[in-house]
């Protein structure tokens, strides 16, 4: 009886051992499958910034979320490290769009760092041009692409969006762009894509940065 015993104490905790792995391998599985789709989801999003012309990188500037809000918050994208230098401070609405280090609709040829071609694409006045698809939400700004062509898609200029994965699920998706000078470099657009958990939002599955070169790009 002793001996029975034993050996059913035994097979149980055999047992468990083997559920336990299952639970363990199936957990690790679904896990590395998200971050998987949203590694793509990451990928996708910069691809939509590699085909534009560089004057063309920007946020929609009514779109930017309160200096309060996550996205402020995670400075980390837009500051990196806090050897970064500079520090960039997050976007304020109050101050002139060229004179700090966000990439806007609002920053012109008139920026204070210098490179005429580091600005978004030269504006005119939307009247006469409604045909036209207007990037801006609200405001009198709201402006068009001057060039005559048309504007970057929206998913281009949301800092803050929803995306679809390959697995079906959806991902939060928030786009930084900021100026940075390499030492002695000529200014330009860093671009950090940030894919988050959607069953964790403070939770980030994925994280890509570019840096886009406007005397390599058109």
């Given amino acids: 009886m002793l001996e029975l015993l034993l050996a059913m104490l035994v097979l149980n905790i055999g047992i468990f051992a083997l559920v336990g792995a299952f639970n363990a391998g199936t957990v690790a599985v679904s896990r590395s499958r998200q971050i998987a789709s ?20 920007w946020l929609d500037q009514w779109l930017l979320p309160s200096s ?22 997050y976007w304020n609405a109050g101050s002139s769009a060229d004179s700090q280090y966000w990439v806007t609709d609002g920053l012109d040829a008139n920026n204070a760092f210098g490179q005429d071609n580091l600005a978004s694409c030269a504006y005119i006045s939307q009247s006469g041009k409604q045909t036209l698809p207007l990037t801006s939400t609200q ?33 939060t998706v928030d786009t930084y762009i900021v100026l940075v000078q390499p030492t002695a470099g000529e200014w330009t657009k860093q671009v950090t894509v940030v894919v988050y958990d959607p069953q964790n939002s403070s939770r980030v599955l994925a994280r890509e940065v570019s840096i886009f070169d406007p005397t390599l790009a058109p």
Wanted: proline share 8%; with cysteine; net charge negative.
């Fill in 38 to 57: 949203a590694t793509a989801v990451a990928d996708k999003q910069m691809e939509v910034y590699r085909s534009l012309e560089n004057c063309s990188l």
């Fill in 68 to 89: 309060s809000s996550a996205y402020a918050l995670d400075t980390y994208d837009y500051n990196g490290t806090s050897a970064f230098s500079p520090q960039i401070p």
């Fill in 139 to 171: 405001g009198s700004s709201a402006n068009i692409d001057g060039l005559g062509m048309v504007t970057p898609p929206s998913s281009a200029v949301k800092p803050v969006q929803t995306v679809a994965g390959p697995d079906g699920t959806h991902y």
